[in-house]
């Protein structure tokens, strides 16, 4: 597949299926969380991870969920014992309950990939009507501002009323 210069980095990683750096860290985390639950190994992955025990029988007893320790620090929240069962847990049921390793991988790149493209839309949209407001914002209030510097280049008003009136309105 040829780039060209001009072209969007965004619309190649969509038209390659590669995800960002921050998402490619969760897949690896999630990955590494499934090898160690289903295989046991490495071992030491193993003991860090322990599955949520309730003590009340519900309908989400059998999801397997994970139990998130506790931490003090910030940098606590980014060790594989807190992350990897915070990501783990918000999977949904049918990413988590896959059989193999494969099929696992295969639903979880086509999970994060959705829900990284769905974040891109909303956000693309949500800037796209801000900057239709701003630009209704600058037509309507253009003609005031001319009014103002008029009023102040004939001293007529206070300078810093101004510049007060562009930081508030602006």
Same mark, same amino acid.
């Given at each position: 597949?040829?780039a060209? #210069?001009?072209?969007? !980095? &965004?619309?190649?990683?969509?038209?390659?299926h590669?995800?960002?750096?921050e /998402?490619? %860290?969760?897949?690896k985390?999630?990955s590494?969380?499934? =090898? @160690?639950?289903?295989? +046991?190994?490495p071992?030491y992955?193993?003991?860090?991870?322990?599955?949520h025990?309730?003590?009340? !029988?519900t309908?989400?007893? @059998?999801s397997?969920?994970l139990?998130?320790?506790?931490?003090?620090?910030?940098? +606590?929240?980014?060790?594989? #014992?807190?992350?990897?069962?915070?990501? /783990?847990?918000?999977?949904?049921p049918? %990413?988590?309950?896959?059989q193999?390793?494969?099929?696992?991988?295969?639903? $979880? =790149?086509?999970?994060?990939?959705?829900?990284l493209w #769905?974040f %891109?839309?909303? $956000?693309?949209t949500?800037?796209l009507? %801000?900057?239709?407001?701003? =630009?209704l914002?600058?037509?309507?209030?253009?003609p005031?501002?001319?009014?103002?510097?008029?009023?102040?280049?004939? +001293?007529?008003?206070?300078?810093t009323?101004? &510049?007060?009136?562009?930081?508030?309105?602006?």
């Amino acid at each position: 597949m040829y780039a060209y #210069r001009s072209s969007s !980095s &965004t619309e190649l990683l969509k038209q390659l299926h590669w995800l960002p750096i921050e /998402w490619r %860290i969760r897949f690896k985390l999630d990955s590494s969380t499934y =090898k @160690a639950l289903h295989t +046991g190994h490495p071992p030491y992955l193993t003991d860090l991870l322990q599955y949520h025990k309730s003590s009340v !029988s519900t309908r989400s007893s @059998a999801s397997q969920l994970l139990a998130i320790p506790r931490h003090n620090l910030s940098f +606590g929240s980014r060790s594989f #014992r807190v992350s990897a069962p915070r990501i /783990w847990n918000s999977l949904t049921p049918h %990413i988590r309950q896959c059989q193999t390793l494969a099929t696992f991988r295969c639903h $979880l =790149k086509t999970h994060y990939f959705l829900r990284l493209w #769905r974040f %891109i839309n909303h $956000l693309l949209t949500y800037l796209l009507m %801000i900057s239709v407001h701003i =630009k209704l914002v600058c037509f309507w209030f253009a003609p005031l501002f001319r009014i103002l510097e008029i009023f102040q280049v004939f +001293g007529a008003l206070d300078p810093t009323a101004v &510049t007060r009136w562009h930081t508030t309105v602006g």
